[in-house]
């Protein structure tokens, strides 16, 4: 079969990153010193930098000083959630994430892909939900457009391509309903 993909042909000048380049690059400066290398519990430090840069971070948020946030304005986060050691939000698009939520170490948080059928590699993104009371473990990758719902556990090294329920606790690659996290009547 002969090759039909053509990188010299992408395009996204559709995108928008949603601050000018300065900004960014700004951004990335300031994450990759101060905010990186800042002593382990200074989470109000890195949140109030987060903030700066357009954030919605509330009260009680513990964000480790490893995790990378690409565009931290498309990022919002509720109170008492905490983001474990290299999480990483390729923020492309929106990511929110409720309150009481854990999203535990190497999890990736990716908005943006591509069009697998497109011979020129076409740009998709699609906003992540992680609500209220959630917990992402560790080494976990979740796909563009996910939802994970209230109270849900996705289990350590797995790979989430479509919606998690409320109060499910799902594991593997892709993933699969496991059992309730909470037996009826506990919520």
């Known amino acids: 079969m002969k090759n039909k993909v ?69 990022v919002s986060i509720g109170n008492n959630s905490w983001i474990g050691d290299n999480v990483e939000f390729y923020s492309l698009d929106n990511i929110d994430i409720g309150n009481n939520c854990v999203v535990s170490q190497n999890t990736y948080l990716c908005t943006g892909s591509h069009e697998i059928e497109d011979p020129y590699f076409g740009l998709v993104t699609k906003p992540i939900n992680i609500k209220d009371g959630a917990w992402v473990a560790s080494d976990v990758f979740v796909h563009p457009g996910v939802i994970i719902n209230e109270m849900a556990v996705v289990a350590a090294r797995s790979t989430v391509l479509k919606e998690i329920p409320m109060n499910e606790i799902h594991a593997g690659t892709p993933t699969k309903f496991v059992k309730k996290r909470f037996k009826d009547g506990e919520i």
């Not at 951004?27 to 990759?32: A, K, L, M, R, Y």
């Not at 109030?48 to 357009?54: C, V, Y």
Request: proline share 3%; hydrophobic share 40%; net charge positive.
């Open 6 to 74: 053509n990188l010299s042909k992408y395009n996204q000048s559709w995108y928008r990153r949603g601050k000018p380049t300065v900004i960014i690059l700004l951004w990335w400066f300031i994450q990759g010193t101060i905010f990186r290398y800042s002593i382990h519990n200074m989470y109000t430090w890195r949140n109030q930098l987060l903030r700066l840069f357009g954030a919605r971070i509330g009260m009680g948020v513990k964000i480790r000083a490893s995790a990378k946030f690409t565009y931290p304005w498309k």
